[in-house]
């Protein structure tokens, strides 16, 4: 008898010991009575009734999830790999544990789904472009399909679309061609506003006679410049007039 004084001293110190769970700020306890939900308690000192009552911890930190690299292939049939990020947190302990099995396996698999169906709905050029836009639309999807899980999707981010060479490359040249058709424009544009200027200078010089005589001597005096070989002789606009006007 003497030795199982011990051991049943032992077992009493484990089960009052058991009796008594410390939950840090960020943690709550899901309490099951018999099997069944009780409440959700903490954080600090919990007391549980040893073989009667269970707790289960819940972490309502926010939780950085890496979503796995996803091939997409987009609605102009480009294929490409698409990885994310998605920032969530438990909002209601409750639902996390009883209305989901692993919530965050569930989030996982519910990301990289959600992620493949929104951007294979879009063109890659806005994929690239439009990367906050598609951003807010994974995590409003998100968002609204863990709601029910009692978990909150605060953000999501896509880090990187990768491409193959081949695309690179045709992307590359897209560029280079709509560079030159703009280089093309402009130039064509320039020579537009160019010949206007042009013909509303000659306007302007052909309503006085004096201003054409001056702008034939500035004429002149460019021609005129240093190490120059050009012999210039001055004809008079007025003599010049006469001999066209006797043809």
Same mark, same amino acid.
């Given at each position: 008898?003497?030795?199982?004084?011990?051991?049943?001293?032992?077992?009493?110190?484990?089960?009052?010991?058991?009796?008594?769970?410390?939950?840090?700020?960020?943690?709550?306890?899901?309490?099951?009575?018999?099997?069944?939900?009780?409440?959700?308690?903490?954080?600090?000192?919990?007391?549980?009734?040893?073989?009667?009552?269970?707790?289960?911890?819940?972490?309502?930190?926010?939780?950085?999830?890496?979503?796995?690299?996803?091939?997409?292939?987009?609605?102009?049939?480009?294929?490409?790999?698409?990885?994310?990020?998605?920032?969530?947190?438990?909002?209601?302990?409750?639902?996390?544990?009883?209305?989901?099995?692993?919530?965050?396996?569930?989030?996982? *698999?519910?990301?990289?789904?959600?992620? &493949?169906?929104?951007?294979?709905? $879009?063109?890659?050029? !806005? @994929?690239? #472009? +439009?990367?906050?836009?598609?951003?807010?639309?994974?995590?409003?999807?998100?968002?609204?399909?863990?709601?029910?899980?009692?978990?909150?999707?605060?953000?999501?981010?896509?880090?990187?679309?990768?491409?193959?060479?081949?695309?690179?490359?045709?992307?590359?040249? *897209?560029?280079?061609?709509?560079?030159? &058709?703009?280089?093309?424009?402009? $130039?064509?544009?320039? !020579? @537009?506003? #160019? +010949?206007?200027?042009?013909?509303?200078?000659?306007?302007?010089?052909?309503?006085?006679?004096?201003?054409?005589?001056?702008?034939?001597?500035?004429?002149?005096?460019?021609?005129?410049?240093?190490?120059?070989?050009?012999?210039?002789?001055?004809?008079?606009?007025?003599?010049?007039?006469?001999?066209?006007?006797?043809?």
């Amino acid at each position: 008898m003497n030795i199982f004084y011990p051991i049943i001293l032992a077992l009493i110190i484990l089960t009052v010991a058991s009796m008594f769970k410390i939950l840090r700020e960020y943690e709550r306890g899901v309490i099951f009575m018999l099997g069944r939900f009780w409440k959700v308690k903490g954080p600090g000192l919990i007391i549980l009734i040893p073989f009667v009552q269970q707790i289960v911890r819940v972490d309502l930190r926010i939780i950085v999830m890496d979503v796995p690299t996803q091939d997409v292939i987009s609605r102009d049939n480009v294929s490409v790999k698409v990885n994310a990020v998605v920032y969530f947190r438990v909002v209601d302990p409750q639902k996390a544990i009883i209305n989901v099995e692993h919530y965050f396996d569930a989030t996982s *698999q519910l990301a990289q789904t959600t992620l &493949r169906s929104v951007l294979g709905q $879009h063109e890659l050029d !806005e @994929m690239l #472009a +439009s990367r906050e836009k598609l951003n807010e639309d994974i995590q409003e999807i998100l968002d609204s399909q863990t709601d029910a899980w009692g978990i909150k999707v605060s953000n999501v981010e896509i880090k990187h679309v990768d491409l193959d060479e081949s695309m690179i490359r045709a992307i590359a040249q *897209q560029a280079e061609a709509e560079r030159r &058709r703009r280089a093309k424009v402009i $130039h064509a544009q320039g !020579e @537009m506003e #160019a +010949s206007q200027k042009l013909f509303e200078a000659a306007q302007v010089l052909g309503q006085k006679e004096e201003a054409l005589q001056l702008r034939y001597l500035q004429t002149l005096t460019e021609i005129a410049g240093e190490n120059s070989n050009t012999i210039v002789f001055p004809l008079p606009i007025d003599l010049m007039k006469k001999f066209m006007s006797k043809e």
